[in-house]
């Protein structure tokens, strides 16, 4: 069992942590500064970390320790190792090889670029290596120009599933003017990068007239599992929750999600109530393993929510974006964009509107004592008056079991402020909603 403990527990452990890494690093690493950003759960504990900080040049170093036993570890280092000298990739900056295992820890580290599961990274994070690559996925746009230069900056990554990129080229030569300056470019897995590679360009072909600005798409990259699309203009929703006019703005919204929801079009997946009830068990298992003196409420709370999204009614499909918040919807002005819409599918309309819902609720705990309701109860309203009457009983369900995931979710980001206390808010949101349907 004490050692049980101990694996569990030296994930987190930042001063052992950089204890081994200081011998396999130069002295231009900030490792003093290396914090914990991101916790993969299981029912046990932490079994996975996204280490953040300070890298040589100003870059970010990223480091990912996974737990594993000694001998598995030490294969998995040596494969690592082997696979990136024989592919040709950078050393990673500052350290001596790109995968290290900690055999007292029972840690393997990689170093980004460096990810097991996701073999194009280090590639994709090479401007020299990328601007043939660019070149060519875009030349149907840009007029025989030669691409010049490349900056690459690493815009969100999730080790082993996807990393987003920005690109920043710099043109020489060629006639087109709407050749691009910034190109993103999101690398997942290769079963993910096929099964979703067609969605954007599918309902950019569908939306015409639809008030939600998307992404261009520009192109992909096969052999790199890579997707291409232009940016969108504006600022994260979510940052403008203080702002007069949030209302008014939550009402706009919630117009452009029905919109949205109407469009004639099935793109050949679908998320019912199955998968919102494994997300449910899963999320319980790993929550109560974070905040274990919570443990018999996050249990009771997950057996009530799987029972009432299985005795809800069969709801009338339609397309849903899947992953709905206010940090996918941008606002430039008077303009809205929607961003990352590989979630998209065939469900549940209220699953949207209840993800939208629990954040703003997030957002108000997050403000305390001084946060209002109105642009929650504005967004909901407005969204409401728009659909048919079965809504209004399904969208609280929803609500519910996002506040739920969003309280365990709160507790996978260490660095964050607040974060049990927002936790256990949004579980007293998640049994006041299943008690009444209201916040």
Request: net charge positive.
């Amino acid at each position: 069992m004490l050692r049980r403990i101990g694996l569990l527990t030296s994930i987190a452990d930042l001063a052992s942590v950089r204890t081994f890494l200081r011998r396999w690093c130069d002295t231009e690493v900030a490792l003093d500064r290396l914090e914990v950003s991101h916790l993969t759960v299981g029912p046990d504990g932490p079994r996975a970390a996204l280490y953040e900080g300070p890298g040589p040049g100003g870059q970010v170093l990223r480091l990912v320790a996974q737990r594993v036993e000694s001998t598995e570890g030490r294969r998995l280092e040596a494969e690592l190792n082997r696979d990136c000298r024989r592919s040709g990739a950078p050393a990673a900056a500052g350290f001596l090889q790109p995968a290290i295992y900690a055999p007292e820890l029972h840690l393997l580290f990689q170093v980004f670029p460096a990810d097991g599961r996701l073999g194009a990274l280090a590639q994709a994070a090479d401007g020299s290596a990328m601007a043939a690559v660019l070149e060519a996925a875009l030349a149907a746009r840009t007029g025989g120009a030669r691409l010049a230069g490349v900056a690459v900056h690493v815009v969100r990554y999730k080790p082993a599933r996807k990393c987003l990129f920005r690109y920043e080229l710099t043109w020489a030569g060629g006639a087109a003017a709407g050749r691009p300056a910034v190109v993103y470019a999101k690398v997942a897995r290769r079963s993910k990068f096929e099964r979703t590679r067609h969605i954007l360009g599918r309902i950019c072909a569908a939306a015409d007239g639809l008030v939600f600005e998307l992404p261009e798409p520009l192109g992909f990259v096969p052999e790199l599992c890579m997707e291409l699309f232009s940016p969108v203009a504006g600022v994260p929703f979510s940052t403008l929750a203080a702002a007069d006019h949030f209302p008014a703005l939550c009402r706009r919204v919630a117009a452009a999600l029905h919109q949205l929801h109407a469009l004639p079009i099935d793109i050949g997946r679908e998320h019912g109530a199955a998968a919102n009830a494994a997300r449910v068990a899963a999320g319980a298992a790993e929550f109560a393993a974070l905040l274990p003196a919570e443990r018999p409420r996050i249990a009771a709370l997950g057996r009530a929510l799987r029972a009432r999204l299985g005795a809800l009614p069969a709801s009338r499909p339609g397309l849903i974006h899947g992953d709905f918040h206010g940090d996918n919807v941008v606002v430039d002005g008077t303009r809205l964009g929607l961003l990352d819409l590989e979630g998209c599918a065939t469900g549940d309309p209220a699953d949207d509107v209840g993800s939208m819902w629990a954040q703003l609720t997030w957002l108000g705990c997050k403000a305390g004592a001084s946060a209002s309701t109105a642009g929650r109860d504005a967004f909901l309203a407005a969204y409401l008056a728009r659909a048919d009457g079965e809504a209004a009983v399904r969208v609280p369900v929803h609500a519910a079991m996002h506040c739920f995931l969003y309280a365990y979710q709160c507790l996978r980001h260490p660095r964050r402020r607040g974060r049990h206390e927002h936790a256990r808010a949004l579980l007293a949101a998640c049994e006041a909603t299943l008690a009444d349907g209201r916040g």
